[in-house]
């Protein structure tokens, strides 16, 4: 026995399948402009922002980690937690606070990489 699709379910995948590529695009982009700033304002080129995995690893850098410790994140716990000392490191090396690290950078990253890149924050790496 075969399932038959109605119109409507074809319509409403059609419309979601598309709808929701754009604005996952356009969500990437705005990330990316957020990063830009925070990549330039660390001393990298600010176009590495557009590159999937190479911001990854750059923002993972900045927050004065090894490059190869974004590996983490592939490792669905560890990933998780590894996201929240990223976070907190990242705001630390920014002259950001604790609290500002985990709500704005590790919750709402792309309002966060706005306040950092556009805002007064300079970057300067602590030793940890």
Do not use: C
Not at 2 to 7: K, L
Not at 17 to 23: E, V
Not at 62 to 84: D, K, Q, R, T
């Amino acid at each position: 026995m075969t399932t038959a699709n109605t119109p409507m379910d074809e319509a409403l995948a059609a419309v979601f399948s598309g709808t929701t590529s754009l604005f996952m695009l356009a969500l990437y982009v705005v990330v990316a402009i957020a990063a830009w700033k925070m990549f330039t304002k660390a001393g990298y080129p600010g176009i590495l922002a557009f590159i999937p995995i190479v911001n990854l690893i750059l923002i993972v850098k900045i927050a004065g980690y090894s490059g190869w410790m974004s590996l983490l994140y592939l490792i669905p716990v560890v990933g998780f937690i590894f996201a929240i000392f990223v976070a907190v490191r990242l705001g630390a090396n920014f002259g950001k606070g604790g609290a500002f690290s985990v709500f704005w950078l590790w919750l709402f990253p792309m309002i966060g990489y706005f306040i950092i890149g556009l805002g007064d924050a300079r970057y300067v790496p602590r030793q940890h």
